[in-house]
């Protein structure tokens, strides 16, 4: 019996229209592009402008994107999950709204948190239900309203994040192609360095919590940024590692896009030269749980079928991982 893989093969993308710049950056903190850039990498981000406007918003034109481009019949999708981690509401699934909005009526759907690592985790539990064999067509969201989290008097984050969605379709194959290996970690040390104090259960909404601003990320950037360098380094070697493979067997890396110094130390400790490493953070600046996907859908007319790539992401929690995987399809 052949053994079924999960292969991505479909991909959408949805980015706001509302481009803010270094320059404008310059008008609400103390910075300036060349401080922004030198630091992050990032030049301008995306942000979602608009009453009433969510994470949904952005979810459902990335799916419309996918279900145009790849001229898939909605109803036949079987499961929607929405890795995010500024769901519209704390209690009703945004998965299940996006579901019903796209016309795939015959899904179930829930979301996924596990902050910037929630792609990534998403995929491998988009795959666990493709390998099962119940389910056929598994469409995985990233989305991240990260604009509705962001104190803009807080030169920390404000210069960091954007808003963005990207979408992918799992579907079983029996060419070995799709996810082949993955390693995820977590360690909930993290949550002293990168969090939103108020608005859950720990600490409910009050006045008090909302005049103080508890409601807004808040980073440790230092702290972050070494956890994240030696941790998105450890496990994309691992992968290499683990799966007998060398630089002239991947030809791409698909890493976070928080920090593009990040970027450069995962590269250079797998050994894969600058021009096999997909980079968009430039444009967008780290989206959340949005960065891979976007990736793959700016980077999809240069992918190949049989393709290698590795995946690495760091978020808050924390959150890790890296995973290898075979790509389905020419675009």
Known sequence: MTKITAAITAVGKYVPEYVLTNKELESYVETNDEWITSRTGIKERRILKGDGLGTSFMAIKASEDLIKKSNIDPKEIDLVIVATATPDLPIASTAAYVATEIGATNAFGYDLQAACSSFLYGMSTASAYIA???????????????????DYSDRATCIIFGDGAG???FEPNNEGLGLQDEYLRSDGIGRDFLRIEAGGSQMPTTAETVANKKHFVYQEGKTVFKYAVSNMADVAEKMLTRNNLTEPDIQWLVAHQANKRIIEATAKRVGVPAEKVMINIHKYGNTT????PLLLADYESQL??????IFAAFGGGFTWGAAYLKWGYNS
């Open 167 to 169: 979408a992918v379709l």
């Open 304 to 309: 190949k079928k049989g393709d290698n790539l």
């Open 289 to 292: 749980s949005a960065t891979l």
């Open 132 to 150: 099962s064999g119940r389910y056929k067509k598994v469409l995985l969201i990233g989305a991240d309203k990260m604009s509705s989290i962001i």
